[in-house]
């Protein structure tokens, strides 16, 4: 039967009590090895059936299985499997799904690492080219018959660009790629690839789903036959199982992701209007302010607008300084997705050497909107007001 409860209470209340005390958490099974009946489970991952006891920890583990499945029902997936942290969550989904002689199309702002491993791809015969996946034109120019994977990242890190994910669905459909969605800064509660059409959805939880800066871990979505050769052939040779204790923190962050995510775009949105006042910004990235790009995009598709933005201020690395010393709330620190407000200086000539390898073109679109460089901030719980005041000392 289909849950017609909302997503609010499905977040809060969709952990099933523990079958064996009765707890309403979720007890930690630290366990790696499980005793099982003489002949009742091969020895091989290809032996992996869908009624498989518990076997051995690498292959799957009660506290993680209930995060998984927590984590399919809040995508409405059909199933998940969780990985040591969202790289190998992604790195492990892109090594299933690409061979030799497949092309992907990957977005040309993403995650610094999925960049730089998709960059790699090509010594293992992959042909990987970058696309601007805001702009449907040229990836339907882009694809190939032999594309087999479309991967988007929206809202983007750092430019907080978004991408279409209905119409990307729409280009990619019968064609034989797979469009795979990051989802980790919009999270559930802003946007749910997989009813709009993608394939895949790939979760840091390492950000908003744990949400207290305290446990690693990654995570895909999709539908039930997919994730078990994921499972089967990836998560189980790669090796990058998730920790039944990280799995526990990350339960426990999913109970309050709805009054979090809540609290983070209420905080962003005012912060991020405090900047765009402030005389030393000359733009403010966020997809819940007016002057974004895509705002009527951001309006049709995002149900909560998260609480990452960035902003372009004059003084560059020089104001980094600046705000490192100064700074008292917030933190100089990466990441995102914390109970902390976090911020970070992410030098344009750093980020299109090392990370993107932009040229050209995409060099120079970049450029028109990160300008020499962009401070990234990550809107944590504390007081708005508060953050604001720590914000506009910091930047005197
Ligand atoms: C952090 C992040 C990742 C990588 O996740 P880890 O848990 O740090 O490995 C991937 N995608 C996005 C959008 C991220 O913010």
Redesign the pocket.
């Known amino acids: 039967m289909p849950d017609r409860r909302s997503l609010w209470t499905r977040a809060v209340a969709g952990e099933p009590p523990d079958p064996t005390y009765g707890a309403i958490g979720t007890p930690i099974v630290q366990a790696t090895s499980f005793v099982v009946e003489p002949g009742a489970v091969g020895f091989s991952a290809e032996d992996l059936g869908d009624e498989q006891p518990w076997f051995y920890g690498r292959w799957g583990s009660p506290t993680v299985r209930v995060l998984e499945k927590r984590l399919a029902d809040l995508d409405d997936g059909e199933d998940a499997v969780c990985f040591a942290?969202?790289?190998?969550?992604?790195t492990g989904l892109l090594l299933h799904l690409l061979g030799k002689g497949d092309h992907a199309l990957v977005s040309d702002v993403?995650?610094a690492?999925?960049a730089e491993f998709a960059r790699g791809l090509g010594r293992l015969g992959v042909e990987v080219a970058f696309v601007d996946t805001s702009d449907l034109e040229e990836v339907r120019a882009a694809l190939r018959p032999t594309t087999r994977v479309v991967y988007v990242?929206t809202p983007?890190?750092p430019t907080l660009r978004l991408a279409d994910v209905e119409a990307l669905a729409a280009l990619t459909r019968g064609t034989g790629a797979a469009l795979i969605v990051?989802s980790?800064?919009a999270t559930p509660m802003g946007l749910r690839p997989l009813t709009m059409g993608a394939d895949y959805v790939?979760?840091?939880?390492?950000?908003y789903a744990c949400g207290h800066g305290d446990a690693?871990?990654?995570a895909v979505i999709g539908r039930r036959e997919d994730m078990a050769s994921l499972r089967q052939r990836s998560l189980i040779h790669l090796g990058a199982a998730l920790n039944p204790a990280a799995a526990s923190l990350i339960l426990r962050g999913l109970v309050t992701l709805p009054l979090r995510m809540r609290a983070h775009e209420e905080g962003a949105v005012r912060v991020a209007r405090f900047l765009e006042s402030h005389p030393r910004v000359r733009r403010v990235l966020y997809p819940g302010l007016d002057s974004h790009p895509q705002r009527a995009l951001a309006i049709r598709t995002l149900r909560n607008t998260s609480g990452l933005l960035s902003f372009v201020a004059d003084g560059g690395a020089a104001l980094a300084r600046q705000l490192g010393e100064r700074l008292h709330l917030a933190l100089y620190a990466v990441?995102?997705?914390k109970h902390r407000t976090l911020v970070y200086y992410l030098s344009t000539d750093d980020l299109i050497r090392t990370s993107y390898r932009l040229e050209g073109e995409a060099e120079r679109r970049f450029r028109a909107v990160a300008g020499d460089g962009l401070f990234r901030v990550s809107v944590g719980l504390e007081s708005p007001d508060e953050l604001v005041a720590d914000l506009g000392e910091a930047l005197r």
């Open positions: 942290s969202g790289m190998a969550a992604a993403c995650y690492g999925v990242e983007a890190n990051d980790t800064i790939v979760h840091s939880l390492t950000k690693l871990g990654g990441s995102l997705g």
